[in-house]
């Protein structure tokens, strides 16, 4: 299996507590060190005050309210981030139209695709 995330601290913001447990079981098998997570944008906010992460995975949405503030906080500290979204629109904000989106349901060859793209750049 490759090791991608071998050693990488890694940050998931979800709010729905079974993708949640998918993506931790995923980021296991990619070989990563730690994988921690929130489901409010409050909890993001303080993980990302408190801790150093390698890379996150964002929700653009959390139980109804947009994750700008968290973008914005991981942008602030330069941690690359991907998002991932349950939408079918295109909802992305000026100045992050650029980040990779997984759109749920995704595969384990997606989400490992996106982060090998997210990490190597």
Known sequence: ???LLSGRRFLVVEDEILVLMMIEDMLGDL???SVTSAA???QAIALIEAQTFDAAMLDMNLDGDDSNTVA???A???VPFIYST???GRDMREGFSDRAVLRKPFSFDELSSKLERL???
Do not use: P
């Open 1 to 3: 299996m490759d090791k």
């Open 31 to 33: 070989g990563c060190e």
């Open 40 to 42: 409010t944008i409050g």
């Open 72 to 74: 914005d906080a991981l």
């Open 76 to 78: 602030e500290r330069g």
């Open 86 to 88: 349950g939408n079918s």
């Open 119 to 121: 990490l190597s750049g």
